[in-house]
């Protein structure tokens, strides 16, 4: 059983489409992420959620809008996509916070056209 | 502003050697670093961590050496193997509040052992 699952793995899709990229966790934990990371590997913390509360929002644009609908799963919605959105974008959960072992998804790699 | 400097970008290493990678830090509010290992197409998976109260964590052939007055902390991996062959990122943690804690990573190096 996958600890932390995300998909679609791969989401090719035009400009200005809207598009959702799911999350779930299998382990129990109260928190959960999620990350961007660009095409020279840089990993920076979009959102994280602790018991389904948003604890950190980063300078992210509000066409992205995180939904927690219960604590094992983070959702990521994307409004008007752009050709700057492209990347990779991982999910992620840990017991505790970030102080504690942070385990990742497999990502889902997002390319806009 | 880049909390977490890493260096370097990328690192060749012939099979049996040292790797080493450097990370620096500005902030003294950081209070655990972790070094997370990335294989091409997978999440980042936690390789081994320190809290700033030591100067050194070891575990099998990865070695953490953590220089709190100089703000400085690095990853050696002896005796290293074509299977380490990844992109490692050091980070460092700081609370933000309302019982959270938040992780700041480096900008990651690509490590390629060669036979």
């Known amino acids: 059983d996958t600890a932390v699952s995300q998909t679609p793995k791969y989401l090719v899709t035009q400009m200005g489409n809207d598009k959702s990229i799911k999350c779930e966790q299998n382990?129990?934990?109260?928190?959960m992420y999620w990350y961007k990371q660009d095409s020279k590997k840089f990993l920076k913390i979009m959102f994280s959620?602790?018991?389904?509360?948003?604890?950190i929002n980063e300078t992210v644009p509000n066409r992205f809008s995180p939904k927690s609908p219960d604590k094992a799963h983070l959702n990521l919605h994307i409004n008007s996509l752009e050709l700057g959105d492209s990347a990779v974008y991982f999910c992620?959960?840990?017991?505790?916070?970030?102080?504690?072992?942070?385990?990742f998804g497999s990502g889902t790699q997002l390319s806009v056209l | 502003q880049q909390q977490v400097k890493q260096s370097p970008q990328s690192l060749i290493v012939q099979k049996g050697g040292i790797s080493i990678i450097n990370c620096a830090y500005e902030?003294?509010?950081?209070?655990?670093f972790p070094w997370y290992q990335q294989f091409p197409g997978k999440g980042p998976a936690l390789l081994i961590a320190?809290?700033?109260?030591?100067s050194e964590k070891k575990e099998g052939r990865f070695t953490i050496s953590f220089n709190k007055s100089a703000k400085q902390f690095s990853l050696h991996i002896m005796d290293s193997q074509p299977g380490d062959s990844a992109t490692y990122f050091c980070?460092?943690?700081?609370?933000?509040?309302?019982?959270?804690?938040?992780?700041?990573f480096g900008k990651g190096t690509k490590l390629s052992v060669i036979p």
């Open positions: 992620a959960s840990s017991q505790g916070g970030a102080r504690e072992k942070l385990f």
């Open positions: 959620y602790n018991n389904k509360e948003l604890i």
């Open positions: 902030n003294t509010a950081f209070d655990y």
């Open positions: 320190i809290r700033p109260d030591v």
């Open positions: 382990l129990g934990h109260d928190t």
């Open positions: 980070a460092a943690n700081e609370y933000s509040g309302a019982g959270s804690y938040q992780l700041t």
